[in-house]
Structure formats: C-alpha cells, structure tokens
C-alpha cells in the first residue's frame, strides 16, 4: 500500500476517476479474503471531501468486501448499509441494477436473521420507481432472501414470484426471458426445505433431472457454438442434492398408521360414520401443497428420468405417506448417485472396452460429488425417519464403504440424534454416544492444538468454537438422561 500511495503523491495528485478507482481496490485487495478492510471507508470519504468521489462500481466493491467479510460479518453488514445509505444520500443517488442485487442479497446474510420486505421493497424501489430493468441475479436475490425467512407465507411468494418470472416474461414463440437456471433453483429449495414442502422438492427435482439430462446430451452431441453456457450449466450437482435430502429430513408424515388409536364402536353404522369422517378430516388436514403440484409432478416425472413404476425401485409419483416411504425415497437416489458416480469413473477409466457405450454412460446425477457433508445430509434423514439400528449402522458404515472422511459435523449430529433418542433406546444410544465422544476428544483436542488452518483431517479443518459447544451440550444432555 505504501507503493500505491508513493505512485499518487508523485504523478497523480489529482487522480482520475479510474485512478481513484484502482486505489480503493488496492485497500480492499491487500487484506486477505474473508478479513474486514481497513481504512477502506475513510479513503471513501477522504475522496468525497476533495470534491473527487470514487465512481459507483468502486462502491459496490467495498459493499461486497464488507458483506464478504469473515471475521465480523454482523459489523460489516451493518457498515455496509451505512455505507450504501450514505453514498445514494452524497455521491450516487441512483443506484445501478447491480448495487441493487447486491442490497437485495444482503437481506439474506448468513450473519443476520433474513429481511424478506427491505427484499421486495428494494425490488419495487429498483423497478417501479428508479424504471430499471431487473436481471435473473435480481429476481434469485429476492427469492433467496424469501425462501431463507423460513415463514410459509414468504416461501409460497418465493414460488409465486419464481412463476411470474418465467411465464409473465415470454415471446411470440413461448420462449421466457428468465430462464431458470442453478441460482433460482436453489433458492427454491431453500425455501421447500426450510417448510418441509416435500411436493415442491420432488417437482424440482424432477426438472432438474429432466434439464441435465438434456445438457449432457447436447454436450455429448456437440453444443452448438451459438448456444450460451447458461443453458448448458449443470443444475444437478452436490450442493442441490443437500437441499433434496435436508427437504427430506424436515418433511412431516402426514399419518402414522401404526401411531392411531383403534376405537371400537357397538354400533357398525356408527363406525362407518366415524371411519368415514375421520377419514375426512384427515384428507382436509393433509397438506394442499401436494394438490397445488400434482398435475406438473406427473408430467415432470413422466420425462425426468427418475424410476417411476411401482416396484421395488420405485420412485412414486405422490409424496411420501409414512417413514418408511422416505428412508425407501432418499435410499433410491442415494443408490442412484452412487450408480452415476461409479458409471463416470468407469467411462473414463475404461471407455475402449465397454461393449454397449450407450448403456454404460453415466445418468443426470454424475456431477454429483460424494462429500462428507452430502453425507451428512443423507444422514439427516435417517436420523428423523428411521430407528436406532438403521441410522446407527448407517453411521458406523457409510463413510468406510465409500472412503469418505468424516467432518466435524459428522460427530455433532450424530452426537445430538443420541440424545433425542426414545427411553427404549438409551441404553444402546448411550453406548454409541460414548464411542463416537471418544473419537470426537481426539478431533477436538488436534483442534485446540493446531488450529482449524493447520490440519489436513477435515474433521479438524472443519471444526469451529460452536460446533464445540454443540457436541459438549449434546454429550452432557446424554448423560443426563
């Protein structure tokens, strides 16, 4: 810095606009990534006071370095909509479409609780009363900062908006303006995940399935050069799989057959009467999503590509109705992302040999990476679905079998599903818990020595202050109970 600084005072005493534009990038670049630039806002101001205020797209780079920042990110998204403030009051008073996506994602900041009206009422500000033209990265920004709010009420608007977007924006030939590529889609599942909305889940992955299906042939056919990346990307990768089993692991039953108490009535008239309305109010009582979705799910599934007859692979084409069903569900396309995965290294190990090339290439979930988090998301769902004996074998074996490593997360979870358990299963949860403590003092203790920063297990690499409270808290509710 003290180099940039010489340069200025030497040859350029008054800087030109791109000048004072390289210079507030050189503060921001020489912190390291993640850290909270210093001295930043002051040479901001130093500027302003000179009568010389840096250009607007040197402001959206201190806003994104502060939203960015790691170390004190609650403080840096507080200073950053000070600073946002500040400069439409001063230097800019109309923003571009670029600041104002960047403000609308910052209504979903991970330090801070979501804001999902300062999003619409960015969004409205931006296209009603500044007249400008909202970008895919806009409408993704704004149903984020929805579906992160977790209330059902912002979630459905999330959906709602996602459908205004692509059908109110079409062309003569039906073609949308907007279409939706990994950012929209993720964010939609965000929001299906954090309601437990299990019908919307299955319907978007029915359509991702179906869109990289189609992408990967037109890559193996030979993409045309006039057809652009986006509609090439794949949507089907391992971060979108997390979304589909976390949906899974929050979804709700809407009926227990063996949970229900039978009642038996003198009268069989009076019985029917009453099996009729139960089975009434329990037919109102189900959940109108899966209505609202049924008739794309069909039509998605039908073309998708996922195994929809009823067998015992089946992928069926209403939601889940009972535990089981969904342990069966994720068990399916966790094979199935184990079979694509295994598929990919064969055709690229081992390609001159195969005798069928069409039936040996890799399904829609090859780009799925098998981590130790995508793990853990599987997981999750046997740990809400499933008894003890499933999930516990499932967590000795897992990570062995597909030479995972396991993370810090891994241990936590596992930590807090032993002391949820039932009073029947105590005692064999107790016993686990104890093994699994005795691995985790071993992680925690390379922790406090070495630091997160100075290992190569990522058990260790992983872990964090809060995790540690997490696995402690757990342990000692276990031995409590």
């Not at 009051?89 to 209504?107: E, F, N």
């Not at 979903?108 to 009603?128: C, G, I, K, S």
């Not at 979304?243 to 057959?257: G, Q, R």
């Not at 074996?397 to 029947?424: G, N, Q």
Request: net charge negative; charged share 25%; aromatic share 8%.
């Amino acid at each position: 810095m003290t180099g940039a600084e010489r340069v200025l005072q030497a040859f350029a005493p008054s800087p030109t606009e791109t000048q004072r534009d390289y210079h507030v990038k050189a503060y921001c670049k020489a912190s390291s990534p993640g850290a909270f630039p210093l001295h930043v806002e002051k040479l901001l101001h130093d500027y302003e006071a000179r009568g010389l205020p840096a250009p607007m797209k040197t402001y959206a780079r201190v806003l994104q370095t502060l939203l960015s920042t790691r170390t004190r990110p609650s403080l840096g998204h507080a200073q950053a909509l000070d600073l946002f403030a500040h400069m439409r009051y001063a230097v800019h008073p109309k923003p571009d479409i670029g600041l104002y996506t960047l403000m609308i994602r910052s209504c979903a900041h991970p330090a801070m609780p979501a804001e999902p009206e300062r999003a619409l009422d960015l969004l409205t500000e931006a296209t009603v009363d500044q007249k400008l033209a909202p970008t895919s990265a806009t409408f993704s920004a704004v149903i984020y900062a929805l579906s992160r709010s977790g209330e059902k009420r912002y979630v459905r608007e999330a959906f709602r908006l996602a459908k205004q977007i692509v059908d109110g924006n079409r062309d003569a030939r039906g073609m949308s303006a907007f279409r939706p590529d990994r950012r929209l889609v993720d964010a939609l599942l965000e929001g299906a995940k954090r309601v437990g909305d299990l019908s919307r889940t299955r319907w978007l992955l029915a359509i991702m399935v179906r869109e990289t299906a189609k992408a990967d042939a037109r890559v193996t056919e030979g993409a045309s050069a006039f057809e652009s990346p986006e509609s090439l990307s794949v949507m089907l990768d391992e971060g979108i799989m997390r979304h589909i089993f976390h949906a899974y692991a929050s979804f709700k039953v809407p009926f227990t057959p063996t949970l229900a108490k039978i009642v038996e009535e003198p009268d069989a008239n009076a019985a029917g009467v009453a099996s009729s309305s139960s089975a009434t109010a329990h037919e109102e009582a189900t959940d109108t999503s899966s209505v609202e979705v049924a008739s794309d799910m069909e039509e998605d599934f039908a073309s998708s590509g996922l195994p929809a007859e009823r067998d015992e692979s089946s992928f069926s084409l209403l939601p889940p109705r009972s535990r089981s069903e969904v342990t069966r569900e994720v068990d399916i396309l966790f094979a199935r992302i184990i079979e694509d995965s295994k598929l990919k290294y064969d055709s690229t190990t081992d390609a001159n040999t195969a005798e069928d090339t069409r039936s040996s290439l890799p399904g829609p979930f090859q780009h799925v990476a098998l981590t130790s988090r995508l793990l853990n998301a599987y997981l999750s769902v046997h740990y809400v679905h499933s008894n003890f004996e499933v999930w516990c074998e499932l967590y000795r074996t897992l990570f062995e079998r597909l030479d995972v490593p396991r993370d810090a997360k891994t241990y936590v979870e596992a930590l807090e599903r032993c002391a949820i358990s039932h009073r029947s299963e105590r005692h064999l949860a107790l016993r686990l818990a104890e093994e699994i403590w005795g691995s985790w003092q071993s992680v925690e203790g390379a922790w406090a020595t070495d630091g997160a920063s100075g290992s190569n297990d990522p058990a260790v690499s992983t872990l964090n202050a809060r995790l540690v409270e997490r696995a402690n808290a757990a342990m000692i509710r276990m031995l409590s109970l």
